[in-house]
């Protein structure tokens, strides 16, 4: 109905201006979810592939957008983890940046050894725990509020986003308004010193605002060592640069060891041949982007491999 309602051209600037006025326009949200879930204040939502319940902060745009939405977001990427998880049926799942968990609580995992969820921000860990209670593959998951990062049992810096929980990262930004906590680190091989990862199939997931370089710095031997490796990861330039890392070093250190399919919004998969910014630039014909990548380990033409990653970025 409102979206009938704005495009209707006597209407549609008198809209504009309603949905512009933040107490009007929490209540049409309000007015959304409580007609969407047929329940006043609802705070979850159910997950299509695994059929358990996440949890969200209402207060929090992010988790209120995540109710709006149905946890529909990010269609493309959540089909590609669905289908890594299907078709690899991995060992070892890792979702760093977990937010709410609409990624590691969106699956089942029969098959997989050990599920980690990270998440640093502490305001979003009782959310994590009461989804993670509801989830059937719950005693397979590990859920952790920790700074992933190259050294473990550190505390640094990480700032929570006091507008949306998707903004907080441990990269310093001007463009948001944020509280610094002193946040405990954790490296991925730490968590992984056990496991004899030459006979692991690893699926993982990064989303942590700028702060990628650091995670892969504490999963070199992860990376090194694994018998297959598919993941999904957020490489934005701008905020790579704020943690202190150039952007194509990052880029062309991820090529040395992983072959890259870079994943722009309005165009398909398309796999890196250089590791270089300008590269992307060219594909989605501007130097100022953002976008998700998918890297996995070197396959051969023809091979196991290489028809999990056909399968994953479907083709």
């Given at each position: 109905m409102t979206r009938i309602i704005s495009k209707i051209p006597i209407f549609g600037k008198i809209w504009d201006r309603v949905v512009r006025q933040p107490m009007l326009r929490r209540w049409i949200e309000e007015c959304k979810l409580a007609l969407r879930y047929r329940a006043l204040f609802p705070d979850s939502v159910c997950l299509p592939n695994s059929q358990s319940?996440?949890?969200?902060?209402?207060?929090?745009?992010?988790?209120?957008?995540?109710?709006?939405?149905?946890?529909?977001?990010?269609?493309?990427?959540?089909?590609?983890?669905?289908?890594?998880?299907?078709?690899?049926?991995?060992?070892?799942?890792?979702?760093?940046?977990?937010?709410?968990?609409?990624?590691?609580?969106?699956?089942?995992?029969?098959?997989?050894?050990?599920?980690?969820?990270?998440?640093?921000?502490?305001?979003?860990?009782?959310?994590?725990?009461?989804?993670?209670?509801?989830?059937?593959?719950?005693?397979?998951?590990?859920?952790?509020?920790?700074?992933?990062?190259?050294?473990?049992?550190?505390?640094?810096?990480?700032?929570?986003?006091?507008?949306?929980?998707?903004?907080?990262?441990?990269?310093?930004?001007?463009?948001?308004?944020?509280?610094?906590?002193?946040?405990?680190?954790v490296a991925i091989d730490d968590l992984l010193s056990d496991v004899t990862l030459q006979e692991m199939k690893v699926v993982f997931k990064i989303d942590v605002e700028g702060f990628e370089p650091v995670v892969f710095s504490g999963m070199r031997t992860l990376i090194n060592r694994s018998k297959f490796l598919l993941g999904i990861l957020e490489f934005n330039p701008n905020l790579i640069r704020l943690s202190g890392v150039d952007p194509e070093t990052f880029l062309n250190e991820l090529h040395s060891k992983l072959q890259i399919f870079a994943l722009p919004h309005h165009h398909p998969p398309c796999k890196l041949m250089e590791g270089r910014l300008a590269e992307i630039s060219r594909i989605v014909g501007t130097e100022n982007f953002e976008m998700d990548l998918l890297v996995t380990t070197r396959t051969v033409a023809g091979s196991a491999d290489q028809n999990f990653v056909d399968q994953v970025i479907g083709r």
């Open positions: 319940h996440i949890f969200v902060n209402r207060r929090d745009s992010r988790g209120r957008s995540v109710l709006l939405c149905g946890a529909q977001g990010q269609p493309n990427l959540k089909g590609m983890w669905h289908r890594a998880i299907t078709e690899i049926a991995p060992d070892i799942v890792l979702d760093i940046g977990a937010n709410y968990g609409e990624f590691v609580f969106g699956e089942r995992y029969p098959m997989a050894k050990r599920v980690i969820s990270i998440e640093a921000n502490p305001a979003l860990s009782p959310f994590l725990q009461k989804s993670h209670q509801k989830h059937p593959d719950r005693q397979k998951i590990t859920m952790l509020t920790a700074l992933a990062a190259e050294k473990s049992d550190q505390e640094l810096d990480f700032f929570v986003d006091q507008g949306s929980s998707g903004r907080s990262t441990a990269v310093k930004r001007s463009d948001t308004e944020s509280i610094a906590t002193r946040i405990r680190t």
